[in-house]
Each structure stands twice: as C-alpha cells, then as structure tokens.
C-alpha cells in the first residue's frame, strides 16, 4: 500500500524567508503533483512532476522529484502573505490515475 | 479553463436518508473522481470512473455508489446516510497522466 507524508505538517514562518515542504512516499512512482488549497476552497494544481529529476517553477514556488529518492520537495523563496494555504502532494498510484495524496501541510506566513 | 461544478456547496440531511451529490465537467475529461476530506486524514478516494458507465472502487467505498450514465457527470450516492459520512466531498476530473482539477466541494453535514 502507498504511503505518502508530509512534513512538516505545520509551518509558520516569516515573511522574506526561504522553507522547504518535503513530501516522501513508499513505493515507486513517476509521477507526483503538487496542489493548493485556501481555507474553505477546494484545492487548485500548483505542479505536476512527471519524472525523475523532474524540476517545476512558478513565481516563488519551485517543486521536484527524486523517484530514486521517492522524495519530492516544495521550496518557497522569499515567502509572501499571498503563499498562506494548505500545500498537499499527491502520488500517483500507476494505474487509472488513482492518487494517494498526503495529510497537507498548513503553511502559514507571518508579516 | 476547466470547469468543474457540485450540485451543492452545502446540504444538511438525517440518518437513513439517500443522498445524491452531483458534479458535471465540461472539459470532456475521461476520468473523475469522487473524494472525502476529513480534517487530518487528507483526501481520501470513494470511487473513481475512467469512461462512462465504468466505475472503479476506490479506498473506502462502503456505504457509497456511483453513477456515470454520460461523459460529462458522475454522481455519488448515499445509500443511507450516517453521522459517520459527515464531511466535505470533493468532485474532481482529469485527462490522463495530467492534473486532476477540483470541484468547489460539498459540505454534507449528516444529523
């Protein structure tokens, strides 16, 4: 069974710093995504990492994917208030598309 | 920009109700999904479809069903509803090997 966790699970961290959200699972995948979700919304696709070495930027946000690893990291550069959210990985099962996604992170970014 | 749309965003009903939530896609996605999401456990799969009038049970299906009778939608029933079914249900859709795209959610609360 595929296991997929978060850590940390709670971040608050200030405004201008950089932190990093690492997403770890337990079985092969080659493909992993990356989706946010703003306090009472639904969740909205950040990233989607299709392979090995795999590196995806967007604005301050920067995700990647180590398959050897089975680790995928979400790095925020100089964070601003806008980034507050629920930060959830989800991997990819290998077959109908069926994701197992992680517990979430709660990012909270302090002025 | 895909649209996908829930029935309702918040409905209140009784124990040993049957319950139909109800999502349409209008991007012509093959596949979609139904989850739950439970404060500290995550999204968690009910049922998934890949193609119309094709289901798939997906981690935790008891005391739910499906039916996808067109392209476009796919519902989720409660047979009888439970307090246990309490949560937010969220719809979602994809195309393959691409993000999934999320519904606004549906907070059933269950009496």
């Not at chain 1, 089975?70 to 099962?93: E, G, N, Q």
Request: charged share 25%; with cysteine; net charge positive.
């Amino acid at each position: 069974e595929l296991k997929v966790e978060q850590n940390p699970l709670f971040l608050s961290m200030q405004e201008g710093k950089n932190y990093t959200i690492y997403c770890n699972y337990s079985t092969t995948s080659d493909r992993l995504y990356w989706y946010r979700q703003d306090p009472g919304k639904s969740l909205e696709s950040l990233f989607v990492l299709l392979s090995n070495g795999a590196v995806k930027q967007e604005g301050r946000l920067m995700a990647s994917l180590d398959t050897k690893a089975r680790l995928s990291t979400l790095h925020i550069t100089a964070a601003v208030h806008d980034l507050s959210a629920t930060y959830f990985c989800a991997v990819d099962r290998g077959f109908y598309e069926k994701l197992t996604f992680g517990t979430g992170t709660r990012l909270t970014i302090i002025p | 920009d895909v649209k996908v749309t829930q029935s309702s965003r918040y409905l209140v009903k009784r124990t040993g109700e049957k319950v139909f939530l109800e999502c349409v896609q209008d991007m012509d996605h093959e596949n979609m999904f139904w989850y739950r999401q439970d404060p500290g456990l995550g999204l968690r799969l009910i049922y998934f479809s890949y193609d119309v009038k094709m289901k798939e049970k997906g981690d935790i299906p008891e005391g739910y069903s499906v039916s996808r009778e067109k392209k476009e939608r796919f519902s989720l029933i409660l047979e009888s509803a439970s307090t246990n079914q309490t949560s937010m249900y969220l719809c979602a859709s994809s195309l393959s090997h691409k993000a999934q795209y999320f519904g606004p959610g549906t907070r059933l609360t269950v009496l």
